[in-house]
């Protein structure tokens, strides 16, 4: 198949999504629909309609036929590897606790929003199913390993803090719920799949345009080292680390696909939220969110054509 011809179900996918991010940012550049709307927006798409979705397609996904084994160890295995090199290149993320606890998590945080946005119409029903487990997966080991190094980075480690910021995330919880109700056989509630299906329908559309208002444009100055190579471990090495990774677990094609996919992704709003909770340089962590955004317009098509093409 001709490159170009590869490319237009991978910009097609792609387009909406970077098109609504931008459309966001412009809205909120123009004050519409004013200055009050988009933080309401955001807990709304983070607490209910994100939720909704990953627990509708948790709950609804049929894994007999996926290679869901190699999937969650080569995800684990990425994050894990990707964690330790963070550590080991301590001194070129941060030099000091604050701000190696904000790059540490432009390292391994994943925006859920592109993830599911993307993989959707790239990769149909089995895709949206790979991608609600690999959020199930990766949501909750992410949370804990910024939690762990940002506190200890601080020499603030609070076991009991851990314990709330990953039992009050309601993505953990809603992955939770619908891993619970996929595995008992129950499914969905009875009369709960047209509610369900509503509130997920609004969840993508409104959280991209909430994270397009929320980049920070003016503030990507200064510190170069670190969100060079902060955004180079997340973009281009993770990806890459993963296709091997992939490769080495013999994973089918379609999982291949979803593994590489997730962890290509830029990082997510709730970096520059959490390195504020916990006291780490946030405003290096809106920086890092915004510079890895822009950039995953260019490195995202790029890996998804090479390495996670769409199928059929």
């Not at 994100?50 to 160890?73: C, I, N, S």
């Not at 506190?151 to 314990?163: D, F, I, K, W």
């Not at 345009?209 to 510190?223: E, I, K, S, T, Y």
Request: glycine share 10%; proline share 7%; aromatic share 4%.
């Amino acid at each position: 198949m001709p490159a170009s011809a590869a490319l237009l179900p991978v910009l097609a996918a792609l387009g909406p999504v970077f098109g609504l991010i931008a459309l966001g940012t412009v809205l909120r550049r123009c004050g519409f629909p004013g200055s009050g709307f988009w933080q309401p927006a955001e807990r709304l798409s983070y607490y209910l309609l994100l939720p909704a979705l990953l627990l509708r397609e948790l709950a609804r996904a049929d894994f007999g036929a996926l290679a869901v084994g190699g999937v969650v160890v080569a995800l684990l295995a990425t994050i894990a590897l990707m964690s330790v090199l963070a550590l080991r290149l301590r001194r070129w993320l941060g030099n000091d606790g604050p701000a190696f606890g904000a790059s540490f998590q432009g390292v391994i945080r994943l925006n859920t929003y592109v993830g599911l946005a993307t993989a959707l119409p790239l990769y149909g029903a089995a895709g949206g199913a790979l991608a609600a487990l690999a959020l199930a997966v990766m949501v909750p080991v992410v949370n804990l390993l910024s939690v762990l190094v940002i506190t200890h980075a601080l020499g603030q480690a609070r076991p009991a803090h851990l314990l709330r910021q990953l039992a009050g995330n309601p993505l953990i919880l809603a992955c939770a719920a619908g891993i619970a109700l996929n595995v008992s056989g129950l499914g969905l509630p009875p009369g709960s799949e047209g509610f369900t299906r509503i509130l997920a329908q609004a969840a993508l559309p409104l959280g991209l345009l909430a994270m397009g208002a929320a980049l920070q444009l003016a503030a990507v100055r200064g510190r170069a080292a670190a969100i060079t190579v902060t955004v180079l471990l997340k973009l281009v090495l993770a990806p890459l680390l993963a296709a091997a990774l992939a490769r080495l677990c013999a994973l089918p094609a379609l999982e291949s696909a979803v593994v590489v996919l997730f962890a290509a992704l830029p990082s997510a709003p709730s970096a520059y939220i959490l390195a504020r909770q916990l006291g780490a340089d946030a405003p290096l962590a809106a920086v890092v969110i915004t510079v890895e955004t822009l950039a995953a317009m260019l490195t995202l098509p790029l890996v998804v054509l090479l390495c996670a093409g769409p199928h059929s």
